[in-house]
């Protein structure tokens, strides 16, 4: 089992900047990719950037060059330093954890994230 805490939501004004957290806990040496995902209400949960044990990064194409996944694995904590924000990022933020030799990912239970114009 893998337990996630997201953290560093919160209201800011576009242009400005958060920096999310997700910590794991439990059985986290099985961790292997880590991802951020955001939902708006009446829309699909969407990638938003993902990150491999190795430190590989992948991003959605709307939040390149603003956002930056990274991983501290002796932390076993997961963050994603969001800059030059917009309103259309406002959004429920996710973490998820994909571990070894199990099909469904771990999710953590958000973090809202509100740009106001």
């Known amino acids: 089992q893998v337990q996630l805490v997201e953290s560093g939501g919160g209201l800011v004004q576009a242009g400005g900047s958060l920096r999310l957290s997700c910590v794991a806990s439990g059985s986290t040496g099985s961790i292997d990719r880590m991802a951020w995902y955001r939902q708006v209400p009446g829309k699909q949960r969407e990638l938003v950037a993902s990150i491999s044990r190795d430190g590989s990064t992948n991003y959605v194409s709307s939040i390149k060059g603003r956002f930056t996944i990274s991983r501290d694995n002796a932390k076993n904590t997961v963050y994603l330093q969001m800059n030059s924000l917009k309103p259309e990022d406002t959004a429920v933020y996710y973490c998820?954890?994909?571990?070894?030799?199990?099909?469904?990912?771990?999710w953590g239970q958000g973090t809202q994230v509100t740009v106001s114009s």
């Open positions: 998820l954890a994909n571990v070894a030799f199990r099909t469904l990912p771990y």
